[in-house]
């Protein structure tokens, strides 16, 4: 087994690989920009390296002080974790180069996978639905073109993008004639990649993704699928495994194409095949996330089985130890993310200090976090402070359980979605299973104006 593990990261993912490192023996490195210097990450590992400045392009993105780290410290293996580096196919390349096991996929997986347009003649090539649309658009021209013949409203998506960015819903030729010129232009800022594709939009769908395991001995098995509906600007909020959307017909199909799909391209480690799934219950691939995800801990509770300790062991090379067989699932799990926004003033980010807090317990309740009292919060990463995950018998003993964990949770000093949280778990349309990936923006659509009551010791004007 590996002996040191440098996580090239921060916030809540690097301290759930440190767990998982911990408890298998492996020592761990940190690395962290002037901006991390007081983050738990770092108190937690073994070892810890200051790699840069706060911007992520001088420390995060910043390949050659990570190897430069890793080599300091002779760790035998580098963790991407999600975000970052994690689907960078030229930090994967230079990892091996450089004698460092990158724990994700080789660098011609994730050029494969990780272009989406590239993704999607993958995933046609093995019989994977795919939404109609174009391979990368050369010009406005083509792109109108392309809307006009499968219909109105598309999507402009970052042929390298993720995480919900570069992304534009364009209901019409004008719209079209502007989004093109945008989307371009953060395509290549967010991810130095300025191509881009359209694809034909659906409304009312459902964001369904699958977990899938490979071995670099041919073996794969999945974990069910998740629910990821709730989501705002294509940046998910709440996640549940499993979906009450999807019966066992559906079930058994999303796995086994996206089982199909990973043995395609010889996938090894953890990976997530994502489908928009419409109210027929017609499917549609995404795209495939060459990694970790965020959402991974409701897996975790409801298959009982610890992902990142997996992933870690197929990349060290051993093979699968259990059979698709042998994997069960019990009860229901759901995922509230805490982030540092102001939910009812347009989601503005809120990199304030944390005066105090309060997380929940119980049986049943987990906070994957790397907060604490009198933490300033840095202004030049993502916004989310934390996970909370419950897990039950069943999906409405689950989200009776987040219920009372959110009413448990306090954060003062920034804003957070802990509120809109509340008011979404306590929601008829979502109680009922009633939603899709419209829900969230209706849900605040039809809260404007309104006056919101809290539970929070305030009132909530929109």
């Known amino acids: 087994m590996f002996k040191k593990i440098l996580i090239a990261n921060r916030g809540e993912i690097a301290i759930r690989v440190i767990r998982a490192c911990k408890e298998m023996g492996i020592k761990t490195v940190a690395v962290y920009s002037k901006a991390d210097q007081f983050s738990l ?3 937690f590992a073994d070892e810890a390296i200051c790699i840069g400045e706060g911007p992520p392009l001088e420390s995060y993105l910043n390949i050659p002080r990570i190897i430069a780290a890793a080599e300091i410290s002779n760790a035998d293996a580098i963790h991407p974790g999600y975000g970052f580096l994690a689907e960078n196919a030229q930090f994967s390349a230079i990892c091996k180069e450089n004698g460092f096991c990158f724990i994700g996929p080789d660098s011609n997986t994730i050029n494969l996978m990780g272009d989406k347009v590239n993704a999607r003649k993958v995933a046609e090539d093995s019989g994977v639905p795919i939404v109609p649309g174009s391979n990368v658009l050369k010009s406005v021209d083509e792109l109108l073109e392309v809307s006009n013949n499968i219909g109105y409203p ?14 534009r819903v364009l209901h019409d030729a004008k719209e079209a004639e502007k989004g093109f010129s945008i989307i371009q232009s953060e395509a290549s800022k967010a991810f130095d990649n300025p191509e881009i594709y359209v694809e034909k939009f659906i409304n009312n769908g459902r964001h369904i993704e699958v977990q899938i395991l490979g071995d670099k001995f041919g073996n794969y098995v999945h974990l069910g699928e998740r629910e990821c509906s709730v989501q705002r600007n294509n940046q998910k909020l709440i996640e549940e495994c499993p979906s009450s959307f999807v019966d066992k017909e559906l079930r058994e199909v999303l796995t086994s194409k996206s089982i199909d799909l990973a043995r395609k391209v010889n996938y090894v480690g953890a990976g997530t095949v994502e489908f928009l799934v419409d109210e027929d219950k017609n499917f549609y691939f995404i795209e495939m996330n060459t990694r970790i995800q965020v959402e991974h801990t409701v897996t975790e509770m409801v298959y009982m089985m610890d992902l990142v300790k997996e992933q870690i062991k197929m990349h060290y090379g051993k093979e699968i130890s259990f059979n698709q067989e042998l994997i069960s699932s019990k009860g229901h ?4 993310r805490l982030n540092a926004e102001d939910p009812f003033n347009n989601f ?26 009198g933490y300033q919060i840095p202004p030049f990463y993502d916004s989310m402070l934390g996970k909370l995950i419950v897990h039950s018998s069943t999906r409405e003993k689950a989200i009776i359980k987040m219920q009372r964990a959110l009413q448990e949770t306090f954060i003062e000093g920034p804003n957070t979605t802990l509120p809109l949280l509340e008011m979404i778990l306590s929601n008829n349309d979502f109680i009922n299973g009633n939603f899709d990936i419209n829900f969230l923006s209706n849900f605040l659509k039809k809260m404007k104006g309104e006056k919101i009551e809290s539970s929070r010791e305030f009132e909530v004007y929109i």
């Open 41 to 43: 990450h770092i108190k």
């Open 154 to 167: 598309v999507m402009l998506k970052a042929a390298g993008g993720g995480g919900g960015k570069g992304m």
């Open 333 to 336: 799990s759901i995922e509230c």
């Open 348 to 373: 503005a980010p809120s990199p304030k200090k944390i005066d105090s807090l309060n997380f929940p317990g119980g049986i049943g309740v987990r906070i994957d976090s790397y907060i604490y009292a």
